[in-house]
Each structure stands twice: as structure tokens, then as C-alpha cells.
């Protein structure tokens, strides 16, 4: 068949080939040692690397739950991150809808504060914040440090703020039609909002809370500072491999695949949400 004027060249096409290969081969090659190392016995872990292992075992997936009290942290950073983020996504989603839909004083002055706060390491604010809980909890006795609560407002602290930004971006984007539709049809405003915007707004809503539910889930700098051995996440409780005596690869290889699977469970089945543009056409 003779080649179109406009298809890509030979070369182009072949290039393309072998860079999306590499690069497929540098994606998996982590992913196939932690795997390949998981089911290792710690003797062939520890010694020298081999891509092929010489025996097969399970028995670091039945040791990570004894070694260190895995299910316990499983539990604190489940807790912990879904709470900061239905927190994130409720306070997120009244935030931005004002924001889009009113004119007040001040507003620019406010959407780039909020942008802004991204611009500071997290670090900057851990000192504060722990001397905060600390004075918090020792004028009112409500215990901040050390808790879930206070390891939940710490994540809102850097997740809510872009969760804002971003939700405004996405209802700018909603027509305001279908708010007058609905305010026209008998709905109050918080009608419009729960009942019209919110639901044509489905995709922003859902990137927004995989970010703050991944931010949370993986966070070290906070969790190791302001929780104990009862409110441990799994982020700092995969620290507890590594003992003074010795360091169980294959056991941290095998946890680190397991905490990883409500990660990837819950990115695979929302990721149809992703998809923008699902609001075209909703105003006929």
C-alpha cells in the first residue's frame, strides 16, 4: 500500500518504539524487584542481587502482620486519610461554589492566598503546629498531638487550599445556566449546588479527593512528629522493619506492596471520573 503524504516517517514511528519501551522497562523494573524481593527468603535478599530468585516463598506476606503491628497502622492511616478527605472535599466544595458564583470585596486578594500557601514547604509549618497542639491541649485538654484529630486537621491544612484552587477552576466551568434553571424550578441555592453543580461537577470533585486522600496516605514529615505508637500510620510504621540488628527486605518489600493496594484499587475504579467535559452539552 502506498504511504500517505502525511503519515510519520519510518524512523519516527521505529524512535517512538523504542523510547516508549525503555521507558516502559525503567516504570517496571521497580515494581518487578520489590516483587521478585517479596518473595524471597531474607538470606537471598540480603546477599547479593539476583534478577532470577532461586526459591519462592510467602512467608514474608504471613510475617509483615507479626514483625510489626501492621494492621494497626492499616486502620490509623485508613481512618486518618479518608476522614481528611471527605473533611477536604465537604469544606472544598462550599468554598469554591462562593467563590465562583459571587462577587465580594476581596475576592482576587483571596484566591491568591490560598494559591499561595502552596508555595511553603510542609516543614516550615511543623514546629508551629506542634507547639500549637502541645499549648491547645494543655489550656483546654484536648489532645491534638498525638491523635488522629490533630493529624487530620495537619492534612488540611495542605490539602485544603488546593482542593479550593482547584474547584474553583472546575465550577467556572459549570454554566451558571443550570443554577438559574434550578433556582427558576423551585431549588435554593444549597439546592442548586447538592442537587445541579455538584453532580455535573463529578470529575473535579473526584481528582480532588484522590489528591487529598494520596497526600495523606503516603505523608511521613507530620505522621512522624505528631503521633505516637497508638495513632502510628503506616507511612512511618514501615520504619519498624529496620531493626537495630537487622533489616527485613523482604518483608518491607512485601508491606510496601500491600499498603499500596487501596492506592491502586481506588485509582482503577475512579478512574473513569477523571475524564473531563462530562458537563458539555448540558445546557440545551
Known amino acids: 500500500m502506498p504511504r500517505s503524504p502525511m503519515a510519520a516517517p519510518r524512523s519516527f514511528l521505529w524512535t517512538r518504539r523504542v523510547l516508549l519501551t525503555l521507558l516502559t522497562g525503567f516504570v517496571l523494573l521497580p515494581v518487578y524487584v520489590m516483587v521478585s524481593s517479596s518473595l524471597k527468603p531474607l538470606a537471598d535478599v540480603?546477599?547479593?542481587?539476583?534478577?532470577?530468585?532461586?526459591?519462592?516463598?510467602?512467608?514474608?506476606?504471613?510475617?509483615?502482620?507479626?514483625?510489626?503491628?501492621?494492621?494497626?497502622?492499616?486502620?490509623?492511616?485508613?481512618?486518618?486519610?479518608?476522614?481528611?478527605?471527605?473533611?477536604?472535599?465537604a469544606v472544598a466544595v462550599f468554598a469554591a461554589y462562593a467563590v465562583s458564583r459571587h462577587d465580594f470585596r476581596g475576592k482576587r486578594v483571596f484566591t491568591v492566598t490560598v494559591l499561595s500557601t502552596q508555595m511553603f514547604p510542609g516543614i516550615l509549618f511543623l514546629l508551629p503546629l506542634f507547639l500549637l497542639y502541645v499549648n491547645i491541649g494543655n489550656a483546654?485538654?484536648?489532645?491534638?498531638?498525638?491523635?488522629?484529630?490533630?493529624?487530620?486537621?495537619?492534612?488540611?491544612?495542605?490539602?485544603?487550599?488546593?482542593?479550593?484552587?482547584?474547584?474553583?477552576?472546575?465550577?467556572?466551568?459549570?454554566?451558571?445556566?443550570?443554577?438559574?434553571?434550578?433556582?427558576?424550578?423551585?431549588?435554593?441555592?444549597?439546592?442548586?449546588?447538592?442537587?445541579?453543580?455538584?453532580?455535573?461537577?463529578?470529575?473535579?470533585?473526584?481528582?480532588?479527593?484522590?489528591?487529598?486522600?494520596?497526600?495523606?496516605?503516603?505523608?511521613?514529615?507530620?505522621?512522624?512528629?505528631?503521633?505516637?505508637?497508638?495513632?502510628?500510620?503506616?507511612?512511618v510504621g514501615l520504619q519498624g522493619y529496620s531493626t537495630l540488628y537487622d533489616v527485613y527486605w523482604n518483608q518491607i518489600m512485601a508491606a510496601s506492596l500491600v499498603v499500596s493496594v487501596p492506592v491502586v484499587a481506588g485509582f482503577l475504579l475512579l478512574q473513569r471520573y477523571l475524564v473531563t467535559g462530562l458537563t458539555a452539552g448540558a445546557v440545551k
Open 46 to 89: 540480603s546477599g547479593s542481587f539476583r534478577w532470577l530468585p532461586s526459591g519462592l516463598t510467602v512467608r514474608p506476606y504471613i510475617d509483615i502482620w507479626s514483625t510489626v503491628p501492621l494492621a494497626k497502622y492499616f486502620v490509623n492511616s485508613l481512618i486518618v486519610s479518608v476522614s481528611a478527605t471527605l473533611c477536604s472535599v
Open 140 to 235: 483546654t485538654g484536648i489532645a491534638l498531638f498525638g491523635s488522629r484529630g490533630g493529624l487530620i486537621l495537619t492534612y488540611l491544612t495542605f490539602s485544603l487550599p488546593f482542593s479550593i484552587w482547584m474547584l474553583i477552576g472546575y465550577f467556572d466551568s459549570v454554566p451558571r445556566d443550570l443554577d438559574e434553571a434550578a433556582l427558576v424550578d423551585g431549588c435554593g441555592p444549597l439546592g442548586a449546588l447538592l442537587r445541579i453543580v455538584v453532580p455535573a461537577a463529578v470529575p473535579g470533585i473526584v481528582a480532588v479527593a484522590v489528591y487529598a486522600f494520596m497526600t495523606a496516605w503516603g505523608e511521613v514529615l507530620f505522621a512522624s512528629v505528631m503521633t505516637n505508637d497508638t495513632t502510628r500510620t503506616l507511612a
